[in-house]
């Protein structure tokens, strides 16, 4: 049985620099936003509520994404 690894969130500001995007909840939708500025990158059409509650929770406290290759996973495991 492999561990489960605990959620990635950088614990510094020069941690933060090894990610390049997040995700947060915004008007009940998950949305892109791109580091570090935290400017808005995209809008997503994945509804929240049908996330697993473990994922809910993790981008409701900001979930870092290294790069584009895991923002295009999270978003072709999530979208119709």
Do not use: C
Not at 14 to 19: A, D, G, S, T
Not at 58 to 79: A, S
Request: aromatic share 12%.
């Amino acid at each position: 049985e492999l561990p489960v690894s605990p959620p990635e969130t950088p614990d510094s500001e020069e941690e933060e620099k090894r990610y390049e995007f997040m995700l947060r909840n915004h008007n009940g939708y998950v949305a892109v936003y791109q580091l570090p500025e935290h400017e808005l990158y995209e809008y997503t059409d994945v509804i929240m509520e049908i996330l697993p509650t473990e994922l809910q929770e993790e981008i409701h406290d900001g979930k870092y994404l290294r790069n584009e290759e895991e923002l295009y996973n999270f978003l072709e495991n999530y979208t119709s």
